[in-house]
């Protein structure tokens, strides 16, 4: 299975996001942008300018339109646009969408994910996302996020390996955990 993490707008969490379903899903995993994935992912994860298109992957790509990540988008299984409730934000994810359908990806494989406790897709006023096409997810904002590299843990590791981690991170583990379980229902 191939699956692209992608939003045109930077800052939405896609690196981590995409790190952490990697290590869950035991995926590769390949940016078109610097970040800490080699380190934190040693042996599994690679930065390629121009990625190659690999089975059983996770595609990290960063917050620009790059032709050279065309041919990986047209050919994943499915595409998550992870995404953040404000103006900005909203308009970046238009645009992402746009340039989405503009590559002929089917509206049902895309899952939207709201990366912000107190965002909510009902305050975007886009037509688009009534139509119930995408599959949508909300993911509580979370410190979690932010120990993902430090300590080279997915979510699922962090939040399962003490019994305060357990209590601490299990809002965030049970959204994570429903979109991780969506994404393997499309595996079989």
Do not use: H
């Amino acid at each position: 299975m191939i699956v692209s993490v992608w939003n045109k707008k930077g800052g939405v969490g896609k690196t981590a996001l995409a790190y952490s379903l990697a290590k869950d899903l035991n995926y590769s995993l390949i940016s078109n942008d610097d970040s800490m994935i080699e380190t934190a992912y040693p042996q599994r994860a690679l930065v390629q300018k121009e990625p190659t298109l690999i089975d059983n992957c996770i595609y990290d790509f960063g917050g620009f339109a790059d032709r050279a990540i065309e041919n990986i988008l047209i050919n994943s299984d499915l595409i998550i646009i992870p995404t953040i409730a404000d103006y900005n934000g909203s308009k970046k994810l238009l645009d992402t969408i746009e340039d989405l359908e503009y590559m002929k990806i089917k509206k049902t494989s895309i899952i939207l994910v709201s990366m912000r406790t107190n965002d909510t897709f009902s305050k975007l006023d886009i037509e688009t996302l009534t139509d119930n096409i995408y599959q949508i997810f909300s993911i509580p904002e979370s410190k979690i996020f932010n120990k993902l590299f430090t300590e080279k843990k997915s979510v699922i590791e962090i939040s399962e390996s003490t019994p305060l981690s357990r209590y601490a991170y299990r809002k965030v583990n049970e959204a994570y955990t429903k979109l991780l379980n969506q994404i393997k229902s499309k595996d079989k």
